[in-house]
């Protein structure tokens, strides 16, 4: 058995939800945050058998897509008196979104 770790962006999370659910997956949902742009993540848990290990990883990256976003890029140093120099700030597209994946295994598993 292995325990599936998967973070998404939340603009994801309907459909992967949606389609693992029709796969006959069942999972755990958890609201998580990014480090980078704190950006809004669904983090989700899953414990399945060996053989389909494969076929969840399949669906969550055929359903989590990578996309470019706006974000605020801002100079370092300018900082003064409390306020932000907002005139030195840039917009910037980043891509973000796809997902990242960890299994690990399990040496115990009981549903109580």
């Given at each position: 058995?292995?325990?599936?770790?998967?973070?998404?962006n939340?603009?994801?999370?309907?459909?992967?939800?949606?389609?693992?659910?029709?796969?006959?997956?069942?999972?755990?949902?958890?609201?998580s945050?990014?480090?980078?742009?704190?950006?809004?993540?669904?983090?989700?848990?899953?414990?399945?058998?060996?053989?389909?290990?494969?076929?969840?990883?399949?669906?969550?990256?055929?359903?989590?897509?990578?996309?470019?976003?706006?974000?605020?890029?801002?100079?370092?140093?300018?900082?003064?008196?409390?306020?932000?120099?907002?005139?030195?700030?840039?917009?910037?597209?980043?891509l973000?979104?796809?997902?990242?994946?960890?299994?690990?295994?399990?040496?115990?598993?009981?549903?109580?």
């Open positions: 058995m292995k325990l599936v770790l998967a973070i998404i939340n603009d994801d999370s309907p459909i992967v939800t949606a389609q693992l659910t029709k796969a006959g997956f069942y999972m755990t949902k958890i609201a945050t990014g480090g980078f742009l704190t950006s809004g993540n669904t983090t989700f848990m899953s414990g399945v058998e060996d053989d389909k290990v494969d076929e969840i990883i399949e669906i969550i990256s055929k359903f989590s897509k990578k996309r470019l976003q706006p974000s605020v890029a801002q100079s370092a140093g300018l900082f003064t008196g409390g306020s932000h120099d907002m005139s030195s700030s840039s917009v910037q597209e980043v973000v979104g796809g997902g990242t994946i960890f299994v690990l295994n399990v040496e115990r598993f009981e549903h109580v």
